[in-house]
């Protein structure tokens, strides 16, 4: 059994100045696959005592500095037990939407290994990649389960809508990464702030979240890396394109993550006005900007923020001012 990660993972970052030192990632890369990778069903003591899944354990509880609905008088009003329910199927629902957007992307991963060229390196990784994906998709779907409640993911309309992106690579590789990235950094910058400022109390969340922290990282860097090497030699009408259709995948995706799922309102009788009060605040859409910050210093970075395409990022309220390369995150 392999331990989970104790402390956070960070990203590969390094300059891609040519194709030697673009390699020399690809190649760490596979390497710490290799050395540093978890198996849902041999690394999660799912059959721990201190590891069952009880819908009205206190620890499901919301942490307002997590989600706003925690911090509603409504919220405050209900019995424990259901303030517990509420913070789990909130949780369960996060696993269920992320396991249907993995489950696109290694579709996505295996389109583009598909035609890959014999002795492309991309091929390795991708693989290295897809096979960590299964892992996160039976790790959330076994959490899922041990909820016993009805937990749906992604609204259908769009579930059917978003059936087209394991196409994608086949048309543009460049605009695929970048929906990997518009489905993996929102998650991660939410998880990596959850477990930074202790909110996360339940063991079995807790060693998921490392896991899929540690993994992601790379999947992360790897979607980066291959963007900044391949964006500067597209042909500048793919790359318009590209420029233009990005802040309304980021857009879309970003909310999708955030947003409170229709079901549990539902479920819970959660009236309108306390929804709208919790999530439509300056706070939330603070939220939704500084989610896809890193991908928006990247598409900076690339020069494929134009005039134009900016008031895109605006209307989709994900815009703000990209801070230089090298430069620290706040
Ligand atoms: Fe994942
Ligand atoms: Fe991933």
Request: charged content about 30%; overall charge positive; proline content about 8%.
């Given at each position: 059994?392999?331990q989970?990660?104790?402390?956070?993972?960070e990203?590969v970052?390094?300059?891609?100045?040519?194709?030697?030192?673009?390699?020399?990632?690809?190649?760490?890369?596979?390497?710490?696959s290799?050395?540093k990778?978890w198996?849902?069903?041999?690394?999660?003591?799912?059959?721990?005592?201190?590891?069952?899944?009880?819908?009205?354990?206190?620890?499901?509880?919301?942490s307002?500095?997590?989600?706003?609905?925690?911090?509603?008088?409504?919220?405050?009003a209900?019995p424990?037990?259901?303030?517990?329910?509420?913070?789990l199927?909130?949780v369960?629902t996060?696993?269920?939407?992320?396991?249907?957007?993995?489950n696109?992307?290694?579709?996505?991963?295996?389109?583009?290994a598909y035609?890959?060229?014999?002795?492309?390196?991309?091929?390795?990784?991708?693989?290295?990649?897809?096979?960590?994906e299964?892992h996160?998709?039976?790790?959330?779907?076994?959490?899922?389960?041990?909820?016993?409640?009805?937990?749906?993911?992604?609204?259908?309309?769009?579930?059917?809508?978003?059936?087209?992106a394991?196409w994608i690579?086949?048309?543009?590789?460049?605009?695929?990464?970048?929906?990997?990235?518009?489905?993996?950094?929102p998650?991660?910058f939410?998880?990596?702030?959850?477990?930074?400022g202790?909110?996360?109390?339940?063991?079995?969340?807790?060693?998921?979240m490392?896991?899929?922290?540690a993994?992601?990282?790379?999947?992360?860097?790897f979607?980066?890396?291959?963007?900044?090497?391949?964006?500067?030699n597209?042909?500048?009408?793919?790359?318009?394109?590209?420029g233009?259709?990005?802040?309304?995948?980021?857009?879309?995706?970003?909310?999708i993550?955030?947003?409170?799922p229709?079901?549990?309102?539902?479920?819970?009788?959660?009236?309108?006005?306390v929804v709208?009060?919790?999530?439509?605040?300056?706070?939330?859409r603070a939220?939704?900007?500084?989610?896809?910050?890193?991908?928006?210093?990247?598409?900076?970075?690339?020069?494929?923020?134009?005039?134009?395409?900016?008031?895109?990022?605006?209307?989709?309220?994900?815009w703000?001012?990209?801070r230089?390369p090298?430069?620290?995150a706040?």
């Open positions: 059994m392999t989970a990660p104790t402390e956070l993972a990203e970052r390094a300059q891609v100045k040519d194709k030697k030192s673009y390699l020399g990632v690809i190649d760490r890369l596979n390497k710490a290799v050395d990778h198996e849902a069903y041999r690394d999660i003591p799912w059959d721990d005592p201190d590891f069952q899944v009880d819908k009205n354990d206190p620890r499901w509880i919301l307002p500095a997590t989600d706003p609905l925690g911090a509603s008088d409504w919220y405050k209900q424990p037990e259901i303030q517990a329910q509420i913070g199927w909130r369960a996060a696993m269920k939407i992320g396991l249907q957007f993995e696109l992307l290694k579709r996505g991963l295996l389109n583009y035609r890959l060229p014999n002795g492309r390196p991309e091929f390795r990784y991708v693989y290295h990649e897809t096979t960590e299964c996160h998709g039976m790790m959330f779907q076994e959490f899922v389960n041990r909820t016993k409640m009805p937990i749906k993911g992604m609204p259908r309309s769009l579930s059917a809508v978003a059936q087209v394991p690579p086949l048309v543009n590789t460049e605009l695929f990464f970048v929906f990997v990235l518009g489905g993996e950094d998650i991660d939410v998880q990596r702030k959850s477990l930074k202790g909110h996360i109390k339940h063991p079995l969340e807790e060693t998921i490392k896991i899929h922290i993994e992601e990282a790379r999947h992360i860097s979607a980066r890396h291959y963007l900044k090497h391949r964006v500067p597209m042909n500048p009408i793919r790359r318009r394109i590209l233009l259709v990005t802040p309304i995948i980021l857009g879309i995706m970003a909310r993550m955030l947003s409170p229709g079901p549990l309102v539902r479920r819970f009788n959660i009236p309108k006005d709208r009060e919790a999530y439509d605040t300056e706070e939330s939220q939704i900007r500084d989610c896809v910050g890193k991908i928006r210093d990247l598409m900076a970075e690339l020069d494929l923020i134009t005039l134009p395409n900016r008031q895109l990022w605006k209307a989709f309220g994900i703000d001012a990209p230089k090298g430069a620290k706040a």
